[in-house]
């Protein structure tokens, strides 16, 4: 009996470990590890991202288009930035090329536009990828939390 004492008491008490962690339903029906416990959702990046310009997977873009995304909420415009947006050009390695292109937030209409100088293109028959970190944050200072990404082929 000595010998099974110890193994019995472990598998009680990891018993009663198992009941009083497990799943409970709280009175709005939720059901999560704590009755006290919010259910929390997180919002995908395409709810964040409403439109882009060009838009993803577009054909034959001009060389010297700029590139616009209209946000679903207002933003942090320092957020919005060479760190966070990087674009991409697929013609040289994906060499980043951010750095070439001015950064404009319109909070008015929650559009960011990445401007290309007058003298600057793409080059043709090129593949463009733009990447939206999860670091871009709202005017909340919430961040997406995950990547979007979008490309486009120049004609």
Known sequence: MRKYTIPILTLVCFGFFV???GTTKNLSG???GSSNTPVMTKAEPSDWIVATKPGKDEADVD?????EITFGQD???DSLNETNIL???GKHGDQMIQSLFK??????????SLELPEDTGYGSSNGIEVRIS????NA???TMGSDYQFGFLVK
């Open 19 to 21: 009941i009083g962690c």
């Open 30 to 32: 939720n059901t999560n």
């Open 63 to 67: 060389e010297q288009a700029d590139i």
């Open 75 to 77: 933003m942090n415009p």
């Open 87 to 89: 674009v991409l050009d």
């Open 103 to 112: 950064f404009h937030y319109e909070k008015s209409q929650r559009k960011l």
């Open 134 to 137: 999860g670091n871009v944050e």
């Open 140 to 142: 909340r200072h919430e």
